[in-house]
T-cell receptor, first 110, second 115 residues
Framework: KQEVTQIPAALSVPEGENLVLNCSFT??????LQWFRQDPGKGLTSLLL?????REQTSGRLNASLDKSSGRSTLYIAASQPGDSATYLC?????????FGDGTTLTVKP | DTGVSQDPRHKITKRGQNVTFRCDPI?????LYWYRQTLGQGPEFLTY????????KSRLLSDRFSAERPKGSFSTLEIQRTEQGDSAMYLC?????????????FGPGTRLLVL
């Protein structure tokens, strides 16, 4: 059974700082890994998807990496802004079923 | 492309009542997923459809839960004899299965409160 862990559960940084969010998973047999953002009381917004054959994906100030052999993914956010404050979730997918971590709640202070 | 929509957005019901939620996926998305999320937790997989076929159902889903996607378009999730433990956000997502990638797009969710 896949287990996905995100540490830390919460993170607070000053505006402008670069930061890394971590995601680990126990079963490396994944089809892809996706990073999402969730604002309070809202649905999830897809940020980046990394196929199992890929090592990283970039979108604007975001860069996600994937190391299947070690069961780890990171989401790098450059030059953080207060608008980046949200909960960030990672999810692995295999055979149509996705397993989510519990997320890291990020607060970027002005 | 109007995104995934869910109805209702909020539902308050009394214990023992039945409730039904609807999800309209992005058009031409052949996969549709249902998740349940409680406060402070990540979404838990409930079930998913490829077109009208229900391909997998979580063991978390008791026999009080049933989902349908009769024509391969919209889907409904019904909870019978609701219990207080069913209170949660119910999320729907859709994706288009391709060789290259399969990004899931989520709806805004239906928040259920069972009194």
């Amino acid at each position: 059974k896949q287990e996905v862990t995100q540490i830390p559960a919460a993170l607070s940084v000053p505006e402008g700082e670069n930061l890394v969010l971590n995601c680990s998973f126990t079963d490396s047999a994944i089809y892809n890994l996706q990073w999402f953002r969730q604002d309070p009381g809202k649905g999830l917004t897809s940020l980046l998807l990394i196929q199992s054959s890929q090592r990283e994906q970039t979108s604007g100030r975001l860069n996600a990496s994937l190391d299947k052999s070690s069961g780890r993914s990171t989401l790098y956010i450059a030059a953080s802004q207060p608008g980046d404050s949200a909960t960030y979730l990672c999810a692995t997918t295999n055979a149509g079923k996705s397993t989510f971590g519990d997320g890291t709640t990020l607060t970027v202070k002005p | 492309d109007t995104g995934v929509s869910q109805d209702p957005r909020h539902k308050i019901t009394k214990r023992g009542q039945n409730v039904t939620f609807r999800c309209d996926p992005i058009s031409e998305h052949n996969r549709l997923y249902w998740y349940r999320q409680t406060l402070g937790q990540g979404p838990e997989f409930l079930t998913y459809f490829q077109n009208e076929a229900q391909l997998e159902k979580s063991r978390l889903l008791s026999d009080r839960f049933s989902a349908e996607r009769p024509k391969g378009s919209f889907s409904t999730l019904e909870i019978q004899r609701t219990e207080q433990g069913d209170s949660a956000m119910y999320l729907c997502a859709s994706s288009r299965q391709t060789v290259l990638q399969e990004t899931q797009y989520f709806g805004p969710g239906t928040r259920l409160l069972v009194l």
